[in-house]
């Protein structure tokens, strides 16, 4: 009986080996990819779409599932990645902008797009140049953006203003445009814009060495020695000093869509947000950042964010593949008003449509293609800290300050903040 009963459990077990087996292999070939992204509001809806897409087709297809977690703004995200590195919680992607680029590049845990092996011949070159250091291609670009001259367009026709080229020209245009319940402009720069309009002075200008710290560590400040800080102030207390200039540093969009300014300066990725929100109003015009002056030909600066990988594996190479392709490109720039690293999506018949019917979105594309493509965004150590001293810098000279003063308290904060990261990293 014994034997017996042993017979029919050894069968059992046979019948049923090759369903668990099945079960464990299926199991084994899903993979999970997890990307902590910073996209907000409509923005995240598109993103977490793009996410869903894949999941139903091409990762249906392999086996794999994008898992898209919001960890709030860029720089909340960077703040979670440092805390999980050496954790074992990393995720396998995170969304970051540029000040993320100084930590990461001397990660040890960074897997390089060199590493994955991902194509780039079809990314946007400035796109690549923003994100290359030493150590090679960083991360992806994914989300990328231009700064651009947000106008109520529907003002400014009816005074027969055009969009100014200039600083000067904004003095110019500011007095027609202002009233005493309506400021001409609104904002106070940070780094964010003076990448753009300290970088395209005498056709391109760093603020750091080291390509601002793209080709090594910086080591020195120089928007100080070379008077491209001091320059930039002394044309924007002029715009200040017309009287109608609002020195807010937050809640500025919601000043322009109001209409209570007429003009700011804001990424394209706010651009269908920002027409949206104005619900018909007015007309929402865009325009290429003003010059300095009429030697600051450099053009913009790449701006937004990127992809950083965490793990080297076939499914994030996929993910990241995706991410960059024409179709998934086109539709993130329709829908937020980023600009596609893919210039492929610019030969698809649908984009072209797109741009026909919306020229708005036209302008920060020109903006970088048209950019010397050697302009780069600021990578310094504790960059939201300096963030905030340059608005901080900047009001302090709108409420008179010595311009010369101000320069040497500026350089001083920034070469502050490269000398403390040296000192722990080294």
Known sequence: MRKLTLIFIIIAMAITAPL???GGKEKAETAKVTIWHSAQGANATVFEEIAQTFNDTIGK???IEIEAIYQ????????????ASGTGNLPDIAMMD????????????LVTVDKLGIDTSDILACGI?????????????????????YYNKTLYDSLGVNPPKTLDDMVEVMKKTGTKDRAAFAGVPATFELTTLIGAQNGLSYMLNNRNGHDGAATEVLFGKEG??????????AVYDT?????????VTAEFTSGRCAAMLASSSNLASVINSVSGEFEVGVAKVPMVNEKATGGTVISGGALFSFTDSPAVKTVLEYMISPDVQAKWSEATGYVPVSTKAY??????AFLEKNPQYKVAIESLLDSNPGLANVWVPSAYSVYYSFQSNIADVLNGKDIDAAVSDMVAIVEGAIASYSAQNN
């Open 129 to 149: 140049s923003s994100y290359t250091s030493e150590n090679g291609l960083l991360a992806l670009p994914f989300n990328a953006s231009a700064l651009l001259y």
């Open 228 to 237: 491209t800080y001091k320059t930039f102030l002394e044309k924007w207390k």
């Open 98 to 109: 540029a000040t993320a680029a100084t930590d990461m590049n001397h990660s040890q845990y």
């Open 61 to 63: 297809d392999k086996g």
């Open 72 to 83: 709030g703004k860029a720089n909340d995200v960077l703040t979670s990645v440092n805390a």
């Open 20 to 22: 668990f087996a099945a």
């Open 347 to 352: 030969e698809t018949e649908a984009y072209k």
């Open 243 to 251: 009287g109608f200039y609002s020195p807010i540093t937050s809640g």
